[in-house]
Structure formats: structure tokens, C-alpha cells
């Protein structure tokens, strides 16, 4: 059975950073997406950032929302079945549940915008940004 435990939300001042992780168990990160999304209070649920090993496991390919491109960074870690997502320079707007999810199809594009192509997702874990 998949799980996905997700770690690391807080409280923190704007222009703070926080990092995010997600790690795995029954499952092993390979050539599967696995993405980050949030929810804010009152809004839908949004895709922040996706990872997805090219097929040689030599590089991977990442794709970012505009509103966190240059302030957030998603990586991996196989040897700790770990993703993470590293929030710098964070506003009050990012507040929100942050979630991670997988795209159990292996090697299908990493598509934030298509929330229902990730079918397995962690419980969310709360950040907080204060102006």
C-alpha cells in the first residue's frame, strides 16, 4: 500500500524560507511524477511543482507554477524514497495546506494542472505565512 507522509509546514515570517519533504512508503520514486500542490482557505486546490526522473535516472525534469518560479525548488532524493520542496523568500499568499502526490502511470509528463493524473496523495501538512 502507498503512503505518503508529508513534513515540514510551519509558521514562519514573510520573506522566510521553509522545506517540505514527502516520503514514501510502499512505494519507490523511480520514473513516476510526483508533485506538489496547495489549498488555501476558500480557493481550489492548485499544482505548485513536479519532479519526474528522465529515463537514464541522470537528470530530472521539474516544472513550477509561475507564482513560485525562482523562490521554490523541488528535488529528489532516491536513496531516502524523499521529495522535497524548498520555499524561500515566502509570502502571505503561499499560505496554505501544502499535499504531495504520484502519478502512478510511469513516465507520463509531469502536468500540474491535472490534478486527477495523481492518484496516490499524503494528508497535507500546514504552512503558514504572517506579513
Known amino acids: 500500500q502507498v503512503q505518503l507522509v508529508e513534513s515540514g509546514g510551519g509558521s514562519v515570517q514573510a520573506g522566510g524560507s521553509l522545506r517540505l519533504s514527502c516520503v514514501a512508503s510502499g512505494y519507490t520514486y523511480s520514473g513516476n511524477c510526483v508533485g506538489w500542490f496547495r489549498q488555501a482557505p476558500g480557493k481550489e486546490r492548485e499544482g505548485v511543482a513536479a519532479i519526474r526522473a528522465g529515463t537514464g535516472y541522470t537528470s530530472y525534469y521539474t516544472v513550477y507554477t509561475d507564482s513560485v518560479k525562482g523562490r521554490f525548488t523541488i528535488s529528489q532524493d532516491n536513496a531516502k524514497n524523499t521529495v522535497y520542496l524548498q520555499m524561500n523568500i515566502l509570502k502571505p499568499e503561499d499560505t496554505a495546506i501544502y499535499y504531495c502526490?504520484?502519478?502512478?502511470?510511469?513516465?507520463?509528463?509531469?502536468?500540474?494542472?491535472?490534478?486527477?493524473?495523481?492518484?496516490?496523495w499524503g494528508q497535507g501538512t500546514q504552512v503558514t505565512v504572517s506579513s
Open positions: 502526490a504520484v502519478d502512478a502511470v510511469l513516465w507520463r509528463q509531469c502536468v500540474i494542472s491535472h490534478e486527477g493524473n495523481f492518484g496516490y
